[in-house]
T-cell receptor, first 113, second 111 residues
């Protein structure tokens, strides 16, 4: 299995632009998670899906952030408009079920200038 | 609210010098405690899950233990390739699959 695949690996954008991050989970995993990692705050959950349905989006910073999972093999995290404080590494992870560890992707390093 | 505190923030060891990393947690009913390893520029890599106090798990030079308030990651005779950031996370009972992470311990093993 190729693991969790994220794209792009790096993204540099100007403030105010729309940014879309993409994730392909491991086949057969029924939960998908979006995390953000910064030096100050560590890893923070933004949103997670179970069977393509959003379950907990309490970590989504504000209305500028949105996430979708149209099918079991694809998810997107969109930021519109982007701001410099959104600069971070964004990780996608998938899991087989509750109680099992996540498998993380390699992350997308986002820089908003 | 679930909380995880890891100490120390950074640890520097000589090759072969054993030590332990600490993870203290507060959770409303523990479903599982997870240890991950993260190398620079990569995503966290799963190491262990512990489910109940008294449980221990081992992998090569690493051994994780769990009590009702904390977990330890013991590193025996470390090698330079063990250098990484080690993350601890908890999952609470009650249906949510959310993992709450600590900020990690950055381990450096010098040859």
């Amino acid at each position: 299995d190729a693991g969790v695949i994220q794209s792009p690996r790096h993204e540099v954008t100007e403030m105010g632009q729309e940014v879309t991050l993409r994730c392909k989970p491991i086949s057969g995993h029924n939960s998908l998670f979006w995390y953000r990692q910064t030096m100050m705050r560590g890893l923070e959950l933004l949103i997670y899906f179970n069977n393509n349905v959003p379950i907990d989006d309490s970590g989504m910073p504000e209305d500028r952030f949105s996430a979708k999972m149209p099918n079991a093999s694809f998810s997107t995290l969109k930021i519109q408009p982007s701001e410099p404080r959104d600069s971070a590494v964004y990780f996608c992870a998938s899991s087989l079920s509750q109680g099992y560890g996540y498998t993380f992707g390699s992350g997308t390093r986002l820089t908003v200038v | 609210e679930d909380q995880v505190t890891q100490s120390p923030e950074a640890l520097r060891l000589q090759e072969g010098e054993s030590s332990s990393l600490n993870c203290s947690y507060t959770v409303s009913g523990l479903r599982g405690l997870f240890w991950y390893r993260q190398d620079p520029g990569k995503g966290p890599e799963f190491l262990f899950t512990l489910y109940s106090a008294g449980e221990e798990k081992e992998k090569e030079r690493l051994k994780a233990t769990l009590t009702k308030k904390e977990s330890f990651l013991h590193i025996t005779a470390p090698k330079p390739e063990d250098s990484a950031t080690y993350l601890c996370a908890v999952q609470s009972q009650g249906g949510s699959e959310k993992l709450v992470f600590g900020k990690g311990t950055k381990l450096t093993v010098n040859p």
